[in-house]
């Protein structure tokens, strides 16, 4: 299974940037997505989570800004952000528990490679 993540860039504060994430592989279900991210210096935090049945979950810091959506269809996951802030400056990295098949299921939790997202002010 591979998480593959893009949509990262620099950005004016104030702009928006879209975040994509595909899951690929042999894949049974994917229970919760989300977005993490790493600024320098810093622990890797939350952003958001949205489960299969589409219940979402945001920090604070980004309430109201960002936007995490899905496509069961295309085990893909979203993350819109608005009203970029420089301190949303980070390496944002996407995340999956996924189900995967073959002659045995197994249930684990899956992350992508990071995308850089740089919000100049």
């Not at 104030?14 to 810093?42: D, E, F, H, N």
């Amino acid at each position: 299974v591979q998480l593959q993540a893009s949509g990262g860039g620099l950005v004016q504060a104030g702009g928006s940037l879209r975040l994509s994430c595909a899951a690929s592989g042999s894949i049974v279900k994917i229970s919760t997505m989300g977005w993490y991210r790493q600024a320098p210096g810093k622990e890797r935090e939350l952003v958001a989570v949205i489960t299969n049945g589409g219940t979402t979950n945001y920090a604070d810091s980004v309430t109201g800004r960002f936007t995490i959506s899905r496509d069961n269809a295309k085990n893909t996951v979203y993350l819109q952000m608005n009203r970029l802030e420089p301190e949303d400056t980070a390496v944002y990295y996407c995340c999956a528990q996924i189900t995967t098949g073959g002659a045995i299921w197994n249930q684990g939790q899956y992350w992508g490679q990071g995308t850089l997202v740089t919000v100049s002010s």
